[in-house]
Every structure is written in C-alpha cells, then in structure tokens.
C-alpha cells in the first residue's frame, strides 16, 4: 500500500493542482489517450479541480470499446461452433454487436469461459485436447506480448487445438489519425504509461515533431496524472513540442525491447477497422503467415460480416474526442452500464460508462 498512498496523496494532489492553475496562461485542452486515465480522472474529480485551466478530450485508448462489431459477431460463431471451448476477457462478454453478445452465446449453450491472459487459454488448450481452444486476443501493445508469447509456445509444442481470434490495435497511429484532423482543438497529450512500458517513446517524439504537440507520459494515479498534467501544462506554456517521460518508474524512451522482439516474431503491422472509427491505416496486428494455422478465422471459415450499428449510438464521436457522453440522447436513459447500446458503457475503461458512474456519484453529493 505504500506507493498507492504515495501516489494518492492529498498533499501532493493540492501541490499540483495549485501548481497548475498558476501556470496555465490561458484554457488548454488536454486529450488523454487511455480509457484508465479517463477513469482515474473522472472517478477522483480531476476535470472539475481544473476545470478552469483544463478541458479533457478522452481518446480512443480503450480496447474493448474499438474492438469491431463484426469481430464480436465472428466470435459469437466460432464460439457456437461443435467442441469449441471459447476464451475471452471477461470486459469483452456483455460487448453487444449485431443484437446480441458472448454472454448471450453462452446462454445459449456455448462453452465460452473468462480468462485473465492468453496463457490462461494455452493451459485449457493443453488440458483438453479432445477440444478446440479459441482465444480472443484483443488489446494494443500492453496485451499483444502475451498473446505473441502463447502463439509462439503453442507452434513450438506444436499444439494443434489452439487457435486466436486476433483484434489487436497500436495507439500511435490512432493519435497520428484525431491529431490529422485540422478542428481537433488539441493543445496537448497525456501518454499512457503502460503502453509507453512496451513501446517506448520514440514514436511520440516523433508526433510531437510533425504535429507541434507536447505530449508527456504519465501513468492513472491521481498524483500520477496531475504531476504529468503540470508538465504538459509547463510545455504547453513554454511552446516546447517534445515529450516528457513523468512515468520513469515504469518507462525508458526504447520501450521493453524483449516485448517489442516478440511481437514482431509472431505479428505483422496491417490496417485495422477501430469502432466507431472506420479504419486507420497501419493500426492493427494480424499474425504472420509462419502462425497461420494459429488463426482462427482461417481455421473456421468464418469472415468476419459486416454489421451495421446502433444509429442511436454516438460512441464513434466519443471515440474521436469530438462528443461527450452526455452529448448522446441515450445516456443514462436507454443505455447504461446495465443496458448497454454501445461498447463505451460496457467497458470498464468506456468513457460513457465513466461518466455514468462518476457523474451519478457527484450528483448524489
Ligand atoms: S451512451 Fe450508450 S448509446 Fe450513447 S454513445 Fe455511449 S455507448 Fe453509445
């Protein structure tokens, strides 16, 4: 408990804040990337302690919420299918698409189970090899290493009942994308520091060149993200575009090298289709032809169809930055956490179902 008390310190938590408001020239607008960030800063009041200084744009960072409908659909298929034991994270279950969802497949018979990592899955692979073990692998560079490292095992003990449904998605060219846009109304980028763990920096550096932007990278405690949120504010005020890393802890500018190896061992970089969004070049992995008999879409047959949405669900505008949850009409009233219309209120980093909880705690106060 020692470091979280440290990094929740309200002594330190009044430091930054003041340190902030008597920096800040003007208004700025931050965009955090991370839907974790998004949590930590609504669930601690952070937007309302600056609001005076700082607006928030909540970025696409959330895994579950940019995870394409007809990826959700193809799961629900594979998991119905003969002798298939289906694995996933448990955020991804209640993800509705096409009318339906995992949880609902499950119901209906399906043998779908919650795992906590794709080893999880290898392990029920190896246990049951009367079975056909499908992992849905989803998430950006924080998750990809383990399931490159499954794959990789999988193919060296040549296990052949285990295959991935694959819907990994990189940050970088999904900030290059909102930041593209000429009325983002940016002024500057809060990092995140887990990603930043496995990749590094050198690419932000590199968006903050081309783009003008100071970005600084910073982790989801509230001393972490106002300790960063006073840096970017510094270089904000100083008109420096470079990064600062203020998550040292855990982040060195190359990133965790042995992750990065074993990513490229097993995927390549191709374009990717993020909810909401459409598709953004180069943002996504799929595995290498050397694993191919690891995909499970090949395995199945199944091409993920494509599926039309909500027309009531705004979460792409969410995703983008452009919108608010509270924007949407369906907030709080069709769709909640409960009930969701949209990725964005089941995930617990969806920036809708953040407003919904941490919004209905202030307005009880
Ligand atoms: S509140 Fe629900 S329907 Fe509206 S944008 Fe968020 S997820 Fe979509």
């Not at 440290?6 to 955090?32: C, L, Q, S, W």
């Not at 940019?66 to 998991?79: F, V």
């Not at 509705?96 to 119901?107: E, I, Y």
């Amino acid at each position: 408990m020692k470091h979280l008390e440290e990094y929740r310190n309200p002594d330190a938590v009044k430091h930054y804040v003041r340190r902030i408001m008597e920096t800040a020239g003007r208004r700025f607008t931050i965009m955090e990337i991370c839907g974790g960030q998004t949590h930590a800063i609504l669930k601690y009041g952070i937007d309302r302690l600056l609001e005076d200084n700082i607006g928030f744009i909540h970025g696409p960072g959330c895994p579950v919420c940019i995870t394409p409908a007809d990826k959700i659909i193809a799961a629900m298929e594979i998991a119905s299918s003969d002798d298939v034991i289906f694995c996933s994270f448990g955020d991804m279950l209640r993800v509705p698409a096409g009318g339906g969802d995992l949880l609902s497949t499950r119901a209906s018979g399906a043998d779908v189970r919650m795992v906590y990592s794709p080893i999880d899955a290898l392990k029920i692979a190896r246990a049951n090899p009367e079975k056909t073990v499908v992992f849905f692998a989803i998430g950006f560079e924080t998750t990809a290493p383990a399931t490159a490292l499954a794959v990789y095992k999988a193919k060296m003990e040549n296990l052949s009942n285990f295959s991935m449904l694959v819907s990994h998605s990189l940050v970088l060219p999904a900030v290059r994308y909102i930041l593209s846009s000429p009325d983002n109304g940016i002024d500057g980028i809060l990092a995140a520091g887990h990603v930043c763990t496995v990749s590094g920096y050198e690419g932000y550096e590199e968006i903050a060149r081309e783009f003008e932007m100071p970005i600084t990278v910073t982790g989801f405690e509230p001393v972490d993200l106002l300790r960063g949120i006073y840096s970017c504010v510094r270089l904000m005020e100083s008109g420096k575009n470079i990064v600062d890393n203020q998550y040292s802890r855990a982040v060195v500018r190359e990133g965790n090298k042995t992750a990065r190896d074993m990513i490229g061992e097993v995927f390549r970089v191709a374009d990717s289709e993020w909810r909401g969004i459409g598709i953004i070049r180069e943002s996504g992995l799929v595995l290498r032809e050397e694993y191919a008999d690891y995909d499970a879409l090949k395995r199945f047959g199944v091409s993920a169809p494509a599926v039309s949405e909500s027309n009531e669900c705004i979460s792409g505008e969410v995703l983008k930055g452009n919108r608010k949850p509270y924007h949407c009409p369906a907030f709080g009233t069709k769709c909640t956490p409960e009930h969701p219309l949209g990725a964005t209120m089941v995930s617990s980093e969806g920036a809708c179902a953040a407003y919904y909880n941490y919004m209905e705690v202030r307005d009880r106060e």
